[in-house]
Every structure is written in C-alpha cells, then in structure tokens.
C-alpha cells in the first residue's frame, strides 16, 4: 500500500484547509486510515482515524469541532478538512493505514506541511 498527502500549505488563523490522503495498492486490507501530526520539537500526535468499513470516526479533543475526515471510496481517498485553524495546529501532517483497531498503522504517507500564521 503507498500513501500520497497532499494539500498542506500556508493560511491564516480562522482559516481552512482540505487534506487528502490517495491510496493505491491492497489497500482491501487497510480497513482505518488516520491523520496524524508531528509539530516542531514535539512527538507525533494523533490527529483523526476513519473506517471504511463502518464509516465511523474518532477525533483528537484538540480538533473536534473543527475538523472532519472523511472517506470517498471511488477515489480512494480519505480527506481531512480543516477549519477554524489555530497557529497551534501547525505541523507536518500525515496519513497512516492500518488493518484494523489493535493493528499497529503499518503504512504511511510521506507527511504534507501545514503552517498557520497568527
């Protein structure tokens, strides 16, 4: 399984973004696909999980509320918007996929940076 982010980039406080996460491969087998974050001197955090099989969601108490994963399985993507950004979600963001809950994420994008200015 390869996973591309995409979508980081530079905004503003109060504003927005869209994160996309595109699988290719067996990904039949990666039933959850997570966002997580790493910032600057910090450990990697996470950040929101969807599963395709339920389509159910988890989010971390620091983003609920703001931000919203979601699956597109024609595509093949899972998307993470963004809004109401705070200069403390800065970080490089990536997506991760694993078999199941009690999996470990066994695959992982190559991170998409998000910086948001105060």
């Known amino acids: 399984v390869q996973l591309q982010a995409s979508g980081g980039g530079l905004v503003q406080a109060g504003g927005s973004l869209r994160l996309s996460c595109a699988a290719s491969?067996?990904?039949?087998?990666?039933?959850?696909v997570g966002w997580f974050r790493q910032a600057p001197g910090k450990e990697r955090e996470f950040v929101a999980t969807?599963?395709?099989?339920?389509?159910?969601?988890s989010y971390a108490n620091s983003v609920k509320g703001r931000f919203a994963i979601s699956g597109d399985s024609g595509k093949n993507t899972v998307d993470l918007q963004m809004n109401s950004l705070k200069a403390e979600d800065t970080a490089v963001y990536y997506c991760?996929?694993?078999?199941?809950?009690?999996?470990?994420?066994?695959?992982w994008g190559q991170g998409t940076q998000v910086t948001v200015s105060s």
């Open positions: 991760a996929a694993r078999q199941g809950a009690g999996y470990n994420y066994r695959y």
């Open positions: 491969g067996r990904t039949f087998r990666s039933d959850e």
């Open positions: 969807f599963r395709w099989s339920t389509g159910s969601t």
